[in-house]
């Protein structure tokens, strides 16, 4: 299943890992992003044949048709109970899901162009969305209304996640006291990955600007490998690793190849990268090798997900692969 290859002389070592096994019957066009329950036992899959479903992920057996969007779907994901799925689409709405039984919750709309990423707060009774129309907002689930608009960037925003934020940061004063709906706000930071090569940082609360990083393209996706380090990828194949603390230099830029970065997974001590030239790779500071997941080919790997040691790709080629974290 995997192969070590290295140049001692460069001092340079890719271990090269295939699939533990493959899902090619879960969908029958591109599998445009996925998600694994927090229980390991279910994934949650859209893709450009229309369609979004859950299954079972150990065996890729498909347990629910998720129908209610129209045109295409961009994001889904699970809450953290394992029992929900948020979702996202080219019809502007934000939708959320019984696993069980497939019925349709709830139904945002506020967003006047396609969501392209969404987020969960905490346990999620608030939830976040990113869309083209440049904006961020910030939702309550049980009332089913939109708390604010956290960020209104001019630029469709292609990523956002939140974390907790170092205590040593200024996360500004919100200008006006918090809806009593918000729950799980407070002390959080929004990353928003933009189109227009900024990636910001903004009070969750507060909605006030953090700080603006400019890279060297577009912004795909960004995620927290702490608290105080966050990660974001570019559109021309760049990973900045920077201090939320200090972004006015990237602690370090991880360039290997020029395709675009198209997702981000923090994974133990490192994190698992996708790219659009089919590449998936995964970097973690205890091992003195690149690990390469293999088989995706030349096809863009548009996300990642992970659960204990096994990592779940999905792909243009309509296939979801499953690697073995335990068998290196």
Not at 64 to 69: F, S, Y
Not at 81 to 106: H, N, P, R, T, Y
Not at 232 to 247: E, F, H, M, S
Request: charged share 20%.
């Amino acid at each position: 299943k995997s192969i070590l290859i290295s140049c001692p002389h460069e001092n340079v070592s890719t271990k090269f890992l295939a699939p533990y096994t493959t899902f090619s019957r879960i969908h029958q066009k591109s599998v445009t992003c996925l998600d694994i329950s927090s229980g390991g036992g279910l994934g949650v899959s859209t893709s450009t044949d229309g369609t979004m479903k859950i299954w079972q992920a150990a065996n890729g057996e498909i347990r629910r048709l998720l129908e209610g969007h129209v045109y295409d779907v961009n994001c889904c994901r699970f809450f953290p109970s394992g029992l929900v799925v948020l979702s996202g689409g080219m019809d502007a709405q934000l939708k959320i899901w019984s696993a069980e039984d497939a019925s349709c919750v709830v139904t945002f709309k506020g967003h006047k162009g396609g969501i392209l990423d969404t987020a969960v707060v905490d346990r999620g009774r608030n939830v976040l969305s990113c869309s083209r129309d440049g904006t961020a907002r910030l939702w309550d689930c049980g009332k089913s209304a939109c708390l604010g608009v956290v960020a209104d960037c001019g630029s469709p925003v292609n990523g956002i996640a939140v974390g907790a934020a170092d205590n040593s940061l200024n996360l500004g004063t919100p200008e006006k006291a918090p809806s009593e709906r918000e729950v799980g706000t407070e002390g959080k930071i929004l990353l928003l990955a933009r189109e227009d090569k900024k990636l910001q940082g903004v009070g969750l609360q507060s909605r006030q600007p953090v700080f603006l990083f400019v890279g060297s393209d577009a912004f795909n996706c960004c995620t927290f490998l702490s608290s105080t380090y966050i990660l974001a990828g570019t559109q021309d194949g760049n990973i900045y690793q920077l201090d939320v603390r200090n972004t006015n230099a990237p602690i370090q830029v991880i360039h290997r190849s020029g395709a675009p970065v198209l997702s981000l997974l923090p994974y133990r001590d490192g994190f698992v990268a996708s790219q659009g030239d089919g590449t998936c790779f995964i970097l973690q500071q205890d091992l003195d090798y690149v690990l390469d997941l293999t088989e995706a080919d030349c096809d863009p790997v548009y996300k990642v997900a992970s659960w204990e040691k096994q990592i779940y790709t999905c792909c243009r080629d309509g296939i979801v692969r499953r690697y073995q974290l335990s068998d290196i």
